[in-house]
């Protein structure tokens, strides 16, 4: 296992205090229960808090700042926060207007955000996300996987809190995103999971998986490795049947590599996405290219498509200072 | 060779192109020959020009905007631009007060960047990095290589240009900042050129390169794979040796990954590394973990130190609007 570690045990805690360290100014860490939080709490406005396993940094503690998320609560790798987590840090940010907890559709986080809900003693509610189209169901959940539309999900409805939208709006406006959005992805390799120490599935030299989940769990199925002409075409196609756009209809084209993909190709794909996309008459108007949503040191990438009108055109637009996002 | 590529042939370009699309309220490309610019050009200031081989994304054209490069020449994969690509950047970016070029020191980048100096009919000078403290003369170079210290001297330069300081001014401060910088990095496993096809070199599943360069040359020496807190050590040694800083010195501290690996060790690399230079009695006051100056796929990370006062301090603090820094 060829990692920058010094125990399975120690990873998660130790680097989420290595990303507080980093942005100190922006980001406080609570040790026991781990999360983390805004140095500068909300006054008056609805809280965003999220989490789920680590191993899908920068998701969730990288988008934790003005414009986003007030808490993440990181679970070993791959694993499910627990409840005493997320209660915790929703009574920590929990700012007069109530909490929406954003969840990726996955059995283990389900479970332990609702065990959270009913604990808490306040005003708070659960928003999903689904927006893998791979699978209808998958060996970690029932239904569509939670993957790299979560951010886009956490980014829009983090500015409309921001900006004194109520409880009510706020979930409203995620389960809309949410419907607008659609993502699948390809791995090249697979990730190890320092618990485990060993590959999560094998791959041969000439293979890729497709529609495979951010945990390594199978996809639609095993391909021979295509140029990236031919990937982004097996991925856009899916999505574009998801999401029914009409020619003419504005789309953000997120771009999102595994962890182990470097920007150069993730770039290529940008470039080529693009390109498909105008041709299919759609107008791309936001783009968002890089690792976001990983799975450890997973070589592969995901596209995802959200179909924008000028109101969540805007939310994106809004200003946002995150570690990980910043604009 | 399992990379997101069409071919080999069209990779730089088109991954060049995917980068401005993703950009264009910044960036803008001119395609022959091959150069990324700021959209929004300088005015009566002095321009950075930079450039080197592809593969390093996101430096160098990452960091074209406003407070940092006016212009970036990809040369193919770990090869230097052409003449003809500086040329035509500078000749683009020129406002008025000159072009500062800021090169890597490898023997290619330097050639490239002296004849186009030569050819170039207007005030320009260039500026060396060789911030790598593994090795005296490398396979690539005589004398110490360029490596991820290099954005640090791009982002202040940058700064100051903004700022107005004159191109002698400009100058001064680069050499200031690159003798107040120092960089060593570990490789995990190699990267694969794509015109070759192969790995750059071997390595086995319990070694390390200690000392690597940015293009899988070797370093110092291999050694067996060690826990994380002891290659913080074996990186933080030479780099307090070569920068011979007192106690309660000001530092920045750059935690780089080689772009195969993920965000979660980089933090936890941050963590250590944090932890023992205040144990050193350094302050550290600036911090940036990320994937930024890379070597392909290749899973590694380096350490950089600036050692700051409180110019450099407030020229890295300057605001910065680039792809892939910004605040």
Request: charged content about 20%.
């Amino acid at each position: 296992m060829k990692k920058f570690i010094n125990s399975p045990d120690d990873l998660v805690q130790d680097s989420a205090a290595g990303l507080v360290m980093a942005h100190a100014d922006l980001l406080a860490l609570n040790e026991a229960p781990l999360f983390v939080y805004r140095r500068t709490p909300k006054q008056g406005r609805v809280a965003l808090v999220s989490g789920g396993g680590s191993g899908h940094e920068p998701l969730h503690t990288g988008y934790v700042g003005h414009g986003m998320l007030d808490a993440a609560c990181p679970g070993q790798v791959f694993t499910a926060p627990t409840p005493d987590q997320i209660v915790a840090a929703a009574q920590r940010v929990e700012a007069g207007q109530g909490v929406l907890m954003v969840v990726k559709n996955y059995a283990g986080d389900c479970a332990s955000f609702q065990v959270a809900s009913d604990m808490l003693e306040m005003e708070c509610t659960t928003l999903l996300v689904n927006d893998d189209v791979a699978v209808e169901h998958s060996t970690r959940t029932p239904g569509r996987r939670g993957v790299a539309g979560t951010l886009i999900v956490e980014k829009m409805v983090g500015a409309a809190a921001e900006a004194g939208a109520n409880l009510y709006e706020c979930k409203s406006l995620g389960t809309r995103v949410n419907a607008n959005t659609a993502s699948m992805g390809v791995a090249l390799t697979s990730c190890t999971v320092p618990e485990a120490g060993a590959a999560t599935f094998d791959i041969e030299a000439c293979e890729m998986e497709v529609g495979v989940g951010i945990h390594g769990e199978p996809g639609r199925h095993r391909s021979r490795l295509m140029p990236a002409d031919d990937i982004v075409a097996l991925l856009l196609e899916p999505l574009l049947k998801d999401l029914s756009l009409a020619a003419g209809r504005s789309v953000l084209l997120h771009v999102n590599g595994f962890g182990g993909t470097p920007l150069i190709e993730l770039h290529l794909l940008n470039r080529i996405a693009t390109q498909r996309l105008r041709d299919a008459g759609l107008q791309v108007k936001r783009w968002l290219v890089g690792n976001h949503t990983t799975s450890l040191e997973m070589a592969g990438a995901s596209l995802t498509l959200t179909a924008l009108d000028d109101e969540l055109l805007s939310l994106w637009d809004a200003p946002v200072t995150t570690p990980s996002l910043r604009w």
